[in-house]
């Protein structure tokens, strides 16, 4: 599957966004053609997970891929823990702070080759990266390609019934004219992201500190769980390794 070439070299270029990654805050912003600006949160991200990231987490279950991970701290969050993770990002920025913060990442688009194909237990889609390509339908099949049959999908939607597509720019206030390439994205509620989910079982929405979140589980001819893992079950001890089959392995030997 071929990259959508304008996203992952706008985000990737995106100078406000690298400065705002280094800086720790913002402001920034998504501007629309038209001028509308959609904050994004880029002191949450570079903290370390809180409370409703904590609990998201929980939820996961074996192996997890972290798309758009951005600065990195759920893929921390989880090395913390002793959870298989790897965040892929197409900013060389992000990737270098996942890193810092002792996580592993690798800067690569959603839709290049990737370690670990259709072995994920589960994928992330966190802070709006359902939009990510602006093509819902295709990000979902991607997802259920990187997934093991039966694998979670765990999605972050936004906290109103929008089904929205545009072409936007990442700026900052100096900038909020836009001077970058514009590229497709997507805004979806829970409602909307189930529209498009129709080859996938719902497996649980919740609300949590004005954040929305919906569970999918990619269909597969042999028994899954209707609800994501619960929380006891889902450690993952040291011993428990993928085996290292290539040198994009996500968990390469030590």
Same mark, same amino acid.
């Given at each position: ?24 805050? +913002? ?176 497996? +649980? ?50």
């Amino acid at each position: 599957m071929s990259t959508p070439p304008t996203t992952a070299l706008a985000w990737a270029t995106a100078d406000p966004y690298t400065a705002a990654l280094r800086a720790g805050r +913002g402001p920034l912003f998504l501007r629309r053609a038209d001028g509308w600006l959609l904050p994004l949160d880029v002191e949450r991200w570079c903290a370390r997970a809180d409370a409703v990231d904590r609990d998201a987490l929980d939820r996961c279950e074996g192996t997890v891929l972290d798309v758009g991970c951005g600065p990195g701290r759920l893929v921390a969050e989880l090395a913390l823990r002793g959870r298989v993770s790897l965040g892929i990002d197409v900013s060389r920025a992000a990737v270098d702070h996942t890193q810092r913060l002792g996580g592993r990442a690798l800067r690569r688009s959603v839709f290049e080759p990737l370690p670990g194909e259709g072995r994920w237990g589960t994928v992330l889609l966190m802070d709006g990266n359902i939009g990510i390509g602006g093509d819902p339908r295709a990000l979902l099949d991607r997802a259920a390609a990187l997934l093991r049959p039966g694998g979670l999908l765990i999605a972050e939607t936004a906290p109103m019934d929008v089904d929205e597509r545009a072409h936007v720019q990442v700026v900052g206030l100096t900038d909020a004219r836009g001077t970058h390439a514009l590229f497709p994205w997507a805004r979806l509620g829970t409602r909307a992201l189930h529209h498009y989910a129709q080859d996938w079982q719902r497996a +649980g929405q919740w609300t949590a500190g004005g954040r929305c979140f919906a569970a999918l589980r990619s269909r597969s001819t042999r028994s899954a769980s209707s609800s994501p893992e619960p929380p006891k079950r889902t450690a993952v001890i040291s011993s428990q390794r993928v085996r290292n089959t290539s040198a994009d392995s996500p968990v390469p030997n030590r």
